[in-house]
């Protein structure tokens, strides 16, 4: 799952909002240092009520992401879209079409629960923009396998380009996608993908509520 997806649930707490998005926000700044969950669990009950919201959204994050990637359509899915991926990209061997097949269906889920609830994109950024992000990173160096000063750059990149906004169209998803490959190595997206796309878009779109079992949505108690 990926930040939206994560923290939509949990939006009238900030702090527990923006834990959701750590362990994501980290790999994107620092590939080294790791917001597992067993490391974040004890520090729920942290007698802080701010370190324990930000553990407790760390660890939500890893739950969520235990059930979603077991999930039988998101398999079923990420499996076809990597094949598909793969035969576009003339029987690419590398590892791009099968990462490629798993993140783009949850770039196309937040793009979903976006259109399904609006306004709510809108009050995360405002709640990540609310938050202390030097009170974050202290807190998440409390649990974190090593320490990192690059949390707080993260945050402030998160809120300034606002990217989750582009995920709602193909091209922006491709130019998202290819920021990432640039960062980790990976060659760029062939244009070719961008004819695919409508109809992967739409089939995620269709199964978002066999994807979406079992999520702690926010029309549920939470």
Avoid at 72 to 81: A, G, H, Q, W
Avoid at 107 to 113: E, I, N, P, R, W
């Amino acid at each position: 799952m990926n930040c939206f997806a994560h923290a939509l649930p949990f939006l009238d707490n900030p702090y527990f909002a923006v834990g959701c998005c750590i362990p994501d926000w980290l790999n994107a700044v620092d590939r080294k240092v790791r917001a597992r969950e067993k490391l974040a669990a004890p520090f729920v009950d942290h007698d802080d009520e701010i370190v324990s919201a930000i553990a407790g959204g760390v660890v939500q994050h890893h739950q969520d992401d235990h059930w979603f990637h077991q999930t039988p359509v998101f398999n079923e899915l990420s499996l076809r879209f990597s094949v598909e991926i793969r035969k576009l990209f003339g029987n690419e061997r590398s590892m791009r079409p099968g990462f490629t097949g798993h993140v783009i269906i949850e770039l196309f889920l937040d793009a979903y629960l976006h259109m399904q609830n609006p306004g709510k994109m809108d009050s995360f950024y405002e709640q990540v923009e609310s938050v202390d992000k030097n009170k974050v990173q202290e807190s998440v160096n409390l649990f974190t396998t090593r320490t990192t000063d690059g949390l707080i750059f993260a945050i402030g990149r998160f809120q300034k380009d606002k990217f989750l906004y582009d995920y709602s169209t193909d091209q922006g998803i491709i130019y998202r996608l290819n920021r990432v490959y640039d960062r980790i190595g990976l060659l760029r997206l062939d244009p070719t993908i961008q004819s695919w796309m409508p109809s992967a878009r739409k089939r995620v779109y269709e199964r978002a509520g066999e994807l979406l079992s079992g999520f702690a949505t926010p029309t549920e108690d939470n």
